[in-house]
Nanobody, 119 residues
Framework: VQLVESGGGLVQPGGSLRLSCAAS????????MNWYRQVPGKERELVAG????????NYSDSVKGRFTISRDNPKNTVYLRMNNLKPEDTAVYYC?????????????WGQGTQVTVSA
């Protein structure tokens, strides 16, 4: 299993970014996907999730109405569109897939992509 995030960078408050997470090594269309974020000294925070078909999504209250998660199953990629970015959105963003193997839960993470919102 491999997850590779991209698309992070420096953006001014009110700006937009689109993050991508390219997946490989598993049947992407069978699994829900999540985006998390983390700032130094704090726990990793769930930002958004999407079911395997893309038919259902969920968001944390802090990003609802500003962020949109989507996926392209033929391209094995999940996206996070972030609009109206705020300084408090500054974090390293990770994608995650959770799998169950013989009753054991295993989480796979990408390496993360830094998002910095600053004037």
């Amino acid at each position: 299993v491999q997850l590779v995030e991209s698309g992070g960078g420096l953006v001014q408050p009110g700006g937009s970014l689109r993050l991508s997470c390219a997946a490989s090594g598993f049947t992407f269309s069978r699994y829900g996907m999540n985006w998390y974020r983390q700032v130094p000294g704090k726990e990793r925070e769930l930002v958004a999730g999407i079911t395997n078909t893309g038919g259902s999504t969920n968001y944390s209250d802090s990003v609802k109405g500003r962020f949109t998660i989507s996926r392209d199953n033929p391209k094995n990629t999940v996206y996070l569109r972030m609009n109206n970015l705020k300084p408090e959105d500054t974090a390293v963003y990770y994608c995650r897939v959770r799998m169950w193997t013989l009753g054991i839960v295993v989480d796979y993470w990408g390496q993360g992509t830094q998002v910095t919102v600053s004037a």
